[in-house]
């Protein structure tokens, strides 16, 4: 399978901020799209408490694509969420995941469940995050403090383990918890890795403590006791605050079949019978939650639940390999099914607890959540409400700040201060405190007339319906070329991991003539003599028609087909468009992708790409002018060596020996060079390099 290989620290560091300097960007995402505190003077204040720490937004981002990276869980903290769910590890780090893994086209269905990283490999992404934000603070790149809302730099960062006790228990998982409650010895070693540029950000204090909590996360057929000992653990050994994650096959089938395929009509969808077999029960789990917090609350520790988990469903798409039986499902069909599965929980706790002690459970909140609803979520009294599916979406993290907009919005509508207020405003509740009653009570009364209110409305709700969820992307009738698409940019954002970006190209028209080595001596012999001759063979036109192209940076793209899905042009940018590498080990072991290696050292550049198993190599001068304006060109492929001019096109062979192809391919026959692949590797190497453009490979040089 693609495999994901970390960015450096150093080159993220620089990416993010010469990005900024230059294009007022990070990870392509436009400063318009940070969230910086609501516009007005007096602006509302939406902070919220998760795991006993103030934040300044209800937002988060839901555990998945969005939180494996540390190029990822920066965007979303720009975006404005406080609150990172990281991708859910487990004891077996070493999945075979199915490529495309995400379908995203309008519900949203995924076969990928876990970390595709190491799991020190994680560790070493979430302490690279929570350092980059730590930067992001001193460095003072967003503004000033007092320009900025209070808490605004405040983030909690919430592991997501998964799937059984004996998993969580193993040594590596549990050195990986521990590591994330204590990671002084992975920051140390970043530390030395910050580039001299950056020198002020080697002395600054960074918090040892990454994670704050931990999300549990379970298989939909786990049993309750399992549930509940692993949940025990996290409190007892690891002395965590734990939330845990109720699946929606707790509603019961006929519950469930009555929701998507009666009210919200997806007939096409099939529960999958195997999820409902020994699933946990909203009884069992109102008592379990009742009997954790008395295990939680002698040590100070705190218990929630999140509502709610993907809903598992058969394969029905052909997007996913055959092998795949099941798939989960999430998006704007999950939305009326979380919602009715918290208010039923809700229900089930004050039965058997009581309203006081239901009113003070902390429900956090993910599935379907986006701009139109997640105010609404908010008045519910959840938090945080976490984001997934929709970031898949054109505009990907930018997304974002449109949810806390909407919420600014409304609460200054209902003309309200704080969240709290809002919540009651929503629920029409005004008025002083009745006598004995607490606060927590009462905005637990307006929560609950929310909540009932939302969820009653949902599944009628045109936006969550089929007849509104049915239809694909359009796309027009064009393939995907390797140059010169419709660059209409839709990639750029969708893509969770930041692996694409533009690259600048001049616009060229430049017919050329192929050539032919003939040997006067042996026709086979690998090295080009005084006596052999160069001859003329038919070549072609090599056209640039857009200044911007489209390119893939190999080691943050895992194929998952999430740009496929929102190109307009048929063939997949991640398919088509140029593939780069920033790692050489990883460019020669990935041999069975064409693919392309960038270096820059001294007074050279160059570019290695792989064609079919045959390799390219072109270098040329690394100075600004000699890269727009080069004299010569060294282009290497497996005819030989030789010196390209672009001024005239002409060819100049040396008496070298030609690549090695370590007996992948023979060589090519005849002795034939390809100006066109030498043009194509001049023009990459031009733009990538390009200090025009930001991006994980020119970083690195950086």
């Known amino acids: 399978m693609p495999e994901l290989t970390p960015l450096p620290f150093a080159v993220l560091l620089h990416r993010m901020f010469n990005e900024f300097r230059r294009e007022s960007k990070i990870f392509d995402l436009p400063s318009a799209r940070f969230w910086r505190g609501a516009a007005a003077m007096t602006p509302p204040d939406m902070s919220t408490r998760i795991h006993g720490r103030a934040v300044c937004t209800p937002l988060g981002a839901a555990a998945g694509p969005h939180t494996q990276m540390a190029q990822n869980i920066v965007l979303a903290w720009l975006g404005g969420c406080r609150a990172i769910e990281l991708k859910t590890i487990q004891s077996n780090d070493r999945l075979t995941i199915p490529r495309p893994c995400i379908d995203a086209a309008n519900v949203c269905y995924n076969v990928e469940f876990s970390q595709e990283l190491r799991l020190d490999q994680s560790l070493e992404e979430y302490v690279k995050a929570r350092m980059l934000l730590t930067i992001l603070r001193a460095s003072g ?75 549990l996360s379970t298989f939909h057929n786990c049993p309750a006791h399992e549930i509940e000992s692993i949940a025990a653990h996290l409190l007892q050994v690891n002395r965590l605050p734990v939330v845990i994650k109720l699946n929606p096959t707790m509603l019961g089938r006929e519950c469930l079949e009555d929701l998507l395929r009666g009210r919200m009509g997806y007939a096409d969808i099939a529960l999958n019978d195997a999820a409902f077999d020994d699933c946990l029960r909203l009884e069992e789990a109102a008592a379990m939650a009742a009997r954790l917090r008395a295990i939680a609350a002698p040590i100070g520790l705190e218990v929630g639940v999140k509502i709610s988990n993907t809903l598992e469903i058969i394969n029905h798409r052909h997007v996913f390999p055959a092998s795949e039986r099941v798939m989960y499902l999430s998006g704007p069909p999950l939305h009326p099914i979380a919602l009715e599965l918290a208010l039923r929980f809700r229900q089930t706790m004050e039965a058997r607890c009581g309203v006081d002690e239901t009113a003070t459970l902390p429900v956090s909140f993910s599935g379907g959540a986006g701009k139109h609803n997640f105010a609404g979520c908010v008045a519910c009294g959840f938090a945080p409400v976490t984001i997934c599916a929709d970031l898949l979406k054109p505009g990907g993290y930018g997304r974002l700040r449109d949810c806390l907009e ?64 049915s239809s694909a992307p359009p796309r027009n009738d064009s393939r995907l070329g390797f140059f010169d698409c419709i ?134 001068p690394s100075d600004r002018q000699a890269l727009e304006q080069p004299q010569a060109l060294q282009y290497t492929c497996p005819a030989g060596i030789m010196i390209f001019s672009p001024a005239d096109l002409s060819v100049k062979p040396l008496g070298a020996e030609p690549i090695d192809n370590a007996g992948r391919m023979p060589a090519v026959p005849e002795g034939h060079v390809d100006i066109g692949i030498c043009l194509m590797l001049w023009t990459l190497l031009q733009g990538i390099l390009s200090p025009d453009r930001a991006n994980h490979i020119n970083a690195q040089f950086q």
Not at 439 to 444: A, C, M, N, S
Not at 551 to 575: L, S
């Open 141 to 215: 790149i967003l503004g000033a403090p007092d320009s900025l809302p209070p808490l605004f730099h405040d983030c909690v960062f919430v592991m997501s383990c998964g799937y059984t006790l004996e998993g969580i228990r193993c040594a590596r998982v549990q050195n990986f918890i521990r590591s994330m409650t204590d990671a002084s010895a992975v920051i140390e070693g970043l530390r030395l890795r910050i580039p001299d540029e950056f020198a002020e950000f080697r002395r600054i204090e960074y918090e040892p403590r990454i994670a704050d909590g931990v999300t």
């Open 487 to 620: 660059s209409c940019g839709k990639c750029v954002p969708v893509c969770p991991n930041n692996a694409i970006f533009w690259h600048p190209t001049p616009l060229r028209e430049i017919a050329y003539t192929n050539f032919v080595i003939m040997r006067a001596g042996c026709p086979r012999s690998r090295v080009i003599g005084a006596g052999d001759a160069v001859r003329p063979a038919a070549g072609g036109t090599f056209i640039i028609r857009k200044p911007l192209q489209i390119a893939i940076t190999a080691d943050a793209c895992n194929e998952c087909g999430n740009c496929d899905t929102f190109c307009p042009e048929h063939g997949g940018p991640y398919r088509q468009k140029p593939c780069i590498f920033t790692n050489h080990e990883r460019w020669r072991r990935d041999g069975r992708h064409n693919g392309f290696l960038v270096h820059r050292g001294g007074e050279w550049a160059e570019i290695h790409g792989r064609f079919a198993g045959y390799e390219h190599s072109l270098r040329m």
């Open 406 to 469: 909407s919420l600014r919005i409304d609460m200054t509508r209902l003309r309200c201060d704080d969240v709290g207020r809002y919540m009651l405003a929503r629920a029409g509740v005004s008025g002083p405190l009745p006598l004995g009653i607490s606060l927590t009570r009462k905005l637990y009364d307006a929560v609950s007339i929310n909540h009932q209110r939302l969820a009653s409305a949902a599944a009628d709700d045109p936006r969550f319906q089929r007849s509104r969820n």
